[in-house]
């Protein structure tokens, strides 16, 4: 059964980190294609940042790019994104998804709540 569970979200002060993570289970994260997801009250979700599989290129929307860092861990199986330098403007809901090679489906996780807030 394919599962994807996101953990890590809170409540940080701005100027703040935080580090999320995402259990993977079902499917290999070095078979699929990764990202991070977010989505704020009254906003459409966004991408965030995608991790390639097969050349671990890294892409991140504009409003992150040099504060939020995507990675994954083979042996664990699981994806994270570091994030530095945290604004109010990255208060939302982040989610973890994947496009997996070997079942050619999408999958997308529950989300983890992170609030930027002083």
């Known amino acids: 059964q394919v599962q994807l569970v996101e953990s890590g979200g809170g409540l940080v002060q701005p100027g703040g980190s935080l580090r999320l993570s995402c259990v993977v289970s079902?499917?290999?994260?070095?078979?699929?294609?990764m990202r991070w997801y977010r989505q704020a009250p009254g906003k459409e979700r966004e991408l965030v940042a995608a991790?390639?599989?097969?050349?671990?290129?890294?892409t991140y929307a504009a409003s992150v790019k040099g504060r939020f860092t995507i990675s994954r861990d083979n042996a664990k199986n699981m994806l994270y994104l570091q994030m530095n330098s945290l604004k109010p403007e990255d208060t939302a809901v982040y989610y973890c998804?994947?496009?997996?090679?070997?079942?050619?489906?999408?999958?997308w996780g529950q989300g983890t709540q992170v609030t930027v807030s002083s």
């Open positions: 998804n994947a496009d997996s090679y070997a079942t050619g489906m999408n999958y």
């Open positions: 079902g499917f290999t994260v070095s078979t699929a294609g």
């Open positions: 991790l390639n599989s097969a050349d671990l290129s890294t």
